[in-house]
């Protein structure tokens, strides 16, 4: 096992204190929004023998293992964060595999440079993902059933929002769901801001269950996906819980403390709350325009004790360790890489001695015994790749 030094990520809606407090460090005043894991290119772990994505390339089969290689490549098929954000994210959509590969090879074929603010697919890969919070965390996931939107925007008495309410309440789910999105996304600007001005003036007077809105409204002023994110269900997770959310699902998280796991892929459709591109007909073509709901996840214990967030992600799987100092050793060995990370307590592994916000990698087949340290007891999550 290796200890990692890994990369924090100062982008503007991440929160100034939650990583520097889990971490044990002052803050700087400065966003701290996400400390990479993994073997990204674009802010790979380190290692005492190098980055983790060199070291990778190097001999592939020996970090990753035969089998790992051959369904998923010369590469660690996840990216491991810790994930801290103190305003919301943008909204957005991951698209399915196929649509990754097409995407991609187009913009390829178009010549659009891989760094430009207009490229959607910077990768041929998907992006499912998984949140699982450390401290209460707000998020949205997935459409509402349109009549429940409808009455949701009609309760707000906003006249610019009557049209969006009457095609929720028209038209069959799908269509339904697609053209108020189309409207929104496609509206003047001068109108729309005026409908999220009066629509956020609304909501905070109502407040209830209009208060998440409120708030991201607050944040980005005049944005059309203040009016997108209307049609989405608010979830609250509590410590422990989790959110999965697969290809084509149209999600934004709020703020919190978590700890994400996804595919190792960069491409995102956004559908507002941002400065960034968003390319409307791309993004709706990638969108499922059905009801979902924001089923929150909680981990299932295996007869040792390890809590698995069981998903059908084909890259990753997540799972928890809460070690008593006293336990026995555990041994994690695994065929394929692991990375580890403590986010409470002390924990050994192997010769190591882990506090919040360390991390180790294990190279497939590497001997991987963990117990807890200290006085307390230790938590560490433990990112795989399924057999």
């Known amino acids: 096992m290796e200890r990692l030094t890994n990369t924090i990520r100062p982008y503007a809606w991440g929160s100034t ?22 073997a990204h290119p674009g802010a790979p772990s380190h290692l005492a023998r190098g980055p983790l994505d060199a070291v990778v ?56 440079p891989a760094d430009a603010p207009n490229r959607n697919y910077r990768d041929r890969n998907h992006k499912p993902e ?44 799908d269509a339904a769901l697609r053209e108020v999105l189309t409207a929104v996304l496609t509206a003047d600007p001068a109108a729309v801001a005026e409908t999220v001005a009066e629509t956020t003036e609304a909501a905070d007077r109502l407040g ?63 559908c507002g709350l941002t400065p960034k591109h968003v390319d409307v007909p791309e993004l709706l073509r990638v969108v499922r325009f059905n009801a979902t709901d ?3 996840l909680r981990p299932e214990a295996d007869p040792d004790g390890e809590e698995v967030y069981d998903t059908p992600a084909a890259e ?20 394929g890489p692991q990375i580890l990370l403590c986010t409470a307590g002390r924990v050994t592994a192997g010769e190591l001695t882990l506090g919040p916000g360390d991390s180790v990698f294990v190279p497939a ?12 007891a230790g938590t560490l999550f433990r990112a795989i790749v399924p057999a």
């Open 316 to 335: 990753f799987r997540l799972s928890r360790l809460v070690l008593a100092p006293d336990g026995a050793p555990r041994d994690l060995t695994s065929a």
């Open 294 to 296: 924001a089923a929150v």
């Open 57 to 112: 390339a190097a001999d592939p089969v020996r970090e990753l293992g035969p089998a790992v290689v051959g369904r998923h490549g010369p590469q660690l098929p996840f990216l491991l964060k810790l994930l801290a954000a103190g305003a919301p994210l943008s909204l957005q959509v991951h698209p399915d595999l196929d649509q990754a590969r097409a995407g991609h090879a187009a913009e390829e074929a178009a010549g659009i």
């Open 365 to 376: 087949g590497d001997k991987a015994e963990i117990s807890g340290a200290g006085d307390g």
């Open 130 to 173: 998984l949140i699982c919070a450390l401290t209460p965390f707000d998020g949205l996931c997935g459409f509402r059933p349109p009549a429940e939107t409808a009455d949701l925007v009609a309760g707000l008495g906003v006249d610019s929002l009557k049209p969006y309410a009457d095609l929720l309440h028209a038209q069959p789910e």
């Open 17 to 38: 204190t939650a990583i520097p407090a889990l971490l044990g460090i002052a803050p700087t005043g400065e966003p701290q929004a996400e400390m990479w894991l993994g």
């Open 208 to 270: 209830g269950p209009y208060a998440p809105y409120a708030d991201i409204a607050h944040h980005y002023p005049g944005d059309p996906g203040v009016l997108a994110a209307l049609l989405l269900n608010h979830v609250r997770l509590q410590p422990g819980e989790a959110l999965y959310l697969g290809a084509g699902v149209p999600h934004a998280y709020l703020n919190g403390l978590g700890v994400e796991i996804m595919a190792n892929s960069d491409n995102v459709l956004r």
